[in-house]
């Protein structure tokens, strides 16, 4: 299993990165091949500060040199087509190539999609990508897809969200026929906008677990197990929801230092505590996967720490072992 490495994508790019992919070469032992892309004098500095620590010549790492950086806010299209030897290119040109299994970038959200849609294209007849991601949930997650690919959707997208989405999370998390939801105002069959309406008719004659509207708060209250929408209302949910997670830990803070007794018994709840910060810790997801492109793509959080570019590795090697790119393949043609 071989993925390749954006190690110049994100906030805190190279560090983050490379530590990352140290961290997953150790624990995956000599079952994947971690090609990390970037200019080859910084990243092989960077590399060296871990040399005794983890004893970085034993590792299964080969660093590939990319001349050309796509920044934060470069605009992506124009970034992908211009920086032909940018580290995020040179990934996604790997798995186009068969170099690579997958290819992973904590980047530029939408010039990692450009380089995808450049590079690896579309499947034949998905109408746009989907990033889908997992979210937590009151006893486990649930995928919600699309997380900010497409803000403005027809209902034919969000139909093929539904199916997309189906199959990763049945891969993936093992659940047979997962029950599918689409995010509108009310539960009811009549309530919604034009887009929900119109989606919520396809979707219910899919070949899928359609279990028709769910609410906001039915998200967190495992009322789906797949959640599907347009990508300006799953990153408003994806971000609210990070949010809200940050307050939440820092007002049980605030509350415990207001009474001496409960401050005290600190000690004794310090595990619960730490069990409930890694259920709602994005790192430990790692990344999403573009769904819809013929190839395996893992989108990270911009601000991701290693643990997080870590994971991020994990799920595209986890992608690419399913074969979870053909099985869309088979499942699109079929909905035609």
Request: with cysteine; hydrophobic share 45%.
């Amino acid at each position: 299993m071989i993925i390749a490495l954006d190690a110049m994508g994100g906030d805190f790019a190279p560090v983050s990165t490379v530590e990352g992919a140290i961290l997953a070469a150790k624990e995956s032992g000599s079952g994947y091949k971690i090609l990390l892309v970037g200019p080859e004098k910084l990243l092989a500095e960077e590399m060296s500060k871990y040399a005794k620590r983890y004893n970085v010549a034993s590792l299964d790492i080969e660093i590939v040199n990319a001349t050309e950086i796509v920044f934060m806010d470069e605009h992506p299209a124009k970034a992908v087509r211009q920086k032909k030897d940018s580290s995020l290119s040179v990934c996604a040109k790997f798995v186009a190539d068969g170099k690579a299994d997958a290819f992973v970038s904590m980047g530029n959200s939408g010039a990692v999609m450009a380089a995808a849609l450049f590079y690896l294209k579309r499947i034949d007849g998905v109408l746009r990508p989907a990033i889908s991601t997992t979210f937590p949930t009151i006893d486990g997650h649930c995928i919600i897809a699309d997380m900010g690919a497409n803000v403005d959707c027809k209902p034919e997208y969000l139909l093929q969200f539904g199916i997309m989405a189906s199959l990763f999370c049945e891969k993936i998390t093992g659940i047979k026929r997962p029950r599918v939801g689409l995010v509108s105002v009310g539960e009811e069959d009549t309530k919604g906008n034009e887009l929900t309406l119109a989606a919520f008719e396809l979707l219910k004659k899919a070949d899928i677990n359609f279990v028709g509207n769910v609410e906001g708060r039915d998200i967190p209250k495992s009322k789906a197990d797949v959640v599907i929408c347009d990508g300006f209302v799953g990153n408003v949910i994806l971000k609210f929801g990070e949010g809200l997670a940050e307050v939440l830990f820092k007002l049980i803070r605030q509350a415990l230092k207001k009474h001496p007794v409960a401050w005290a018994s600190l000690p004794f709840l310090w595990f619960v505590i730490k069990d409930l910060r890694k259920k709602v810790d994005y790192s430990e997801c790692g990344g999403a996967p573009l769904l819809g492109v013929d190839g395996v793509c893992i989108v990270g959080h911009g601000s991701s720490n290693c643990k997080a570019v870590k994971n991020a590795i994990f799920a595209g090697a986890k992608a690419a072992e399913h074969n979870l790119t053909k099985d869309i393949k088979k499942a699109i043609a079929k909905s035609k």
